[in-house]
């Protein structure tokens, strides 16, 4: 049961990042040999390739955060194992996976830009307030 379980999972995902990523390529017409920011504003600060163990280390801490974590965990409480399940597996793949590949795209296609100032440049000063974390720097003299 566990293995045919596992088994299952692990064909999900396969399948989706087969079909369903190449379908989000096709739909957001990504052209792999674009440049990146990080090759030609290259300053060694904030815009510096990284190697592909690297990236992906940032990508999964980032989306192993407690939304992912506690969300199916309350599911698995409240309703049992399956809905939670389905949370892991419908929400990494259509909700985590897919947003997470736009904003890469759309920041890649704004100069390396984040979220934040990206709304700002099509929605307005508001839009910026609201996707841009507050956060405080620290002046160094």
């Known amino acids: 049961m566990l293995l045919g379980l596992f088994l299952f999972i692990c064909l999900f995902f396969y399948l989706a990042y087969r079909f369903y990523a190449g379908y989000l390529e096709r739909v957001l017409e990504v052209d792999k040999s674009q440049i990146t920011p990080a090759h030609f504003m290259r300053d060694r600060v904030d815009y510096d390739p990284a190697p592909r163990l690297i990236l992906f280390g940032h990508h999964f801490s980032a989306i192993a955060g407690s939304g992912p974590i506690v969300g199916p965990i309350i ?67």
């Open 75 to 141: 599911a698995a409480l409240a309703f049992g194992w399956a809905p939670a399940l389905l949370w892991i597996l419908l929400g990494c793949v259509f909700l985590g996976a897919t947003f997470d590949y736009v904003s890469i795209i759309a920041s890649i296609r704004n100069q390396g830009k984040s979220l934040g100032q990206i709304a700002r440049n099509f929605m307005g000063g508001f839009s910026y307030k609201v996707f841009q974390p507050k956060m405080q720097y620290n002046k160094v003299v």
